[in-house]
């Protein structure tokens, strides 16, 4: 971009790009809420298309390095479709850091397919390596940091009105001496003055189609995704989301979603809704006010929260409001079964012996409980972990997934491991999987740490089909219908165990 004027910005097309996977994990296919959100409130200033190249190309599948692969629609149709619109800027979101390969890719289709168009990322990979991001793709003309809608809004301002792209808050770019990262200051005070997603830009019945939502699981069919927060209160030092949000909570207020929830049942015929919020809980007087909004105006909606949810935000009341209102499965981010771990390597704010009582309140309401935890932490030991594996056949978890610790971009975590030459040899952001140990330290090796957390994945759930074939059985009943999802599945426990079609090169 070089920091000159640009023609004014007419037509914008944004492309959630096809993702790369490691071969242990399993596909899915949710409506992309950033793309939604940022079309929704540019759609009055300019033409805005959405592109869902996961959606659209599910069943496509190519080989990747390292152990990858990449699904989505292949790269000849992603020309087509860019060279068809004719944009004057191209937005691309970079959800995981092992996307931006195929977002560098997209940058490059996009300047031969439409060569004076912008192009710009958006996510979290990009948001905290701007310079470098940059400096790998010099097709990819701009960097948008942290929250989208107020960097989108005063871009095309600047560049509608021959202002240069200085102005912009939270904006990196390429100048004619190097490239200039704008601070990031601005972000959306009151969520409620957003526009609702504009998901009649997105294939919506496709979604349903594919049937392979986030953690694999709905107890009906037609099913949505709703965010009614953004951010989180808790500074665990393996996540950068506090810090991508702005580093402070912001929630929608409960009459702001019951609104959205009611357009989607009336549009869409939705009967489910995963809420994907970092914590929806964490402002318990709103939560209960959605609640009791849900119950009183007969939504008739099933839920859950894929996403995770904070223990230490509920109580039994509030459980008991969450089964009226349709809750039938959330998932508890644990992180570890080891309160030291928590207190000292995690800095998470959740007391294990307070934890306890609260689950079996969960379990008692009728609520399945999935959960999540992390092992191979610098500092932590075999005998901590093995503290963590023990924890969910302890309370009686429906679920768990057990990953393993890896370092990511904007957290505390990469921090301590750069520092103190934790990072295996070879470490790339990009090539992360939390199938796959990246940390070496004197106490464990990372293949231990790999063979510990896939053998204990396959023993808790084997041991829970035996304890509990009949909660078990009700929880994949929606599967068995989706031969798709059926084969996603059985693919990646394959591959936790034996070497896979895609070659680690």
């Not at 397919?113 to 390596?129: K, R, V």
């Not at 030459?421 to 990009?430: H, I, P």
């Not at 510990?452 to 994945?457: D, K, M, S, T, Y």
Request: charged fraction near 25%; glycine fraction near 6%.
């Amino acid at each position: 971009m070089n920091g000159s004027r640009h023609r004014p910005i007419r037509r914008v097309l944004l492309i959630f790009p096809p993702t790369r996977l490691h071969r242990e994990g399993v596909k899915q296919a949710m409506p992309p809420m950033g793309a939604a959100s940022l079309a929704a409130i540019i759609r009055d200033r300019c033409e805005v298309a959405i592109l869902d190249a996961v959606a659209e190309g599910f069943d496509h599948e190519r080989p990747s390095t390292h152990g990858f692969f990449v699904y989505g629609l292949p790269m000849e149709d992603i020309y087509r479709r860019i060279r068809s619109f004719a944009p004057d800027l191209v937005g691309m979101t970079c959800l995981y850091s092992s996307v931006f390969p195929v977002v560098a890719e997209i940058c490059g289709v996009s300047k031969r397919a439409a060569p004076d168009a912008l192009t710009i990322a958006g996510g979290t990979h990009p948001s905290f390596l701007p310079e470098q991001c940059l400096a790998e793709v010099p097709e990819l003309d701009m960097i948008a940091l942290g929250e989208g809608e107020p960097v989108i809004l005063d871009l095309l301002d600047a560049l509608n009105n021959g202002r240069d792209p200085s102005s912009v808050d939270g904006l990196a770019y390429r100048t004619e001496t190097g490239i200039r990262v704008n601070p990031k200051t601005k972000f959306v005070d009151d969520l409620d003055t957003l526009p609702l997603p504009a998901r009649d830009l997105l294939p919506m019945e496709r979604y349903q189609e594919i049937g392979v939502p986030h953690l694999l699981v709905t107890s009906r069919r037609r099913f949505a995704t709703v965010i009614t927060s953004r951010g989180c209160p808790a500074r665990c030092t393996f996540c950068s989301s506090w810090r991508f949000w702005g580093s402070r909570y912001r929630a929608r207020s409960a009459e702001h979603v019951l609104a959205e929830l009611e357009h989607l049942v009336a549009a869409y015929g939705i009967r489910e809704v995963q809420f994907e919020d970092d914590n929806i809980t964490l402002n318990p007087r709103r939560f209960r006010a959605l609640l009791d909004g849900m119950i009183q105006r007969r939504l008739d909606l099933s839920w859950s929260t894929p996403n995770g949810i904070a223990l230490w935000a509920m109580d039994r009341d509030t459980i008991l409001r969450m089964k009226a209102a349709g809750c039938y499965e959330v998932t508890l981010a644990f992180e570890s079964g080891c309160q030291d771990v928590l207190d000292t390597i995690v800095q998470k704010p959740l007391n294990l012996a307070k934890a306890a009582p609260l689950v079996r309140d969960i379990q008692t309401a009728g609520i399945r409980t999935s959960s999540f935890f992390i092992v191979g932490f610098p500092g932590e030991t075999l005998d901590q972990m093995r503290q963590t594996f023990a924890l969910p056949r302890k309370l009686g978890l429906t679920y768990a997934w057990f990953f393993i610790a890896n370092p990511l971009p904007g957290t505390e975590l990469y921090e301590v491991c750069r520092r103190n030459g934790y990072l295996r040899e070879g470490f790339d952001f990009v090539n992360n999987s939390f199938s796959r140990c990246n940390i070496k330290t004197d106490a464990w090796e990372p293949r231990d740490v790999e063979r510990l957390a896939h053998r204990e994945f396959l023993k808790f759930n084997f041991y829970n089909l035996a304890r509990h074939p009949r909660t078990l059985l009700q929880r994949y009943r929606s599967m068995m219908g989706n031969p798709r999802l059926v084969g996603e599945i059985i693919r990646g426990l394959v591959h936790r165990n034996i070497r896979g079609r895609y070659p680690a090169n």
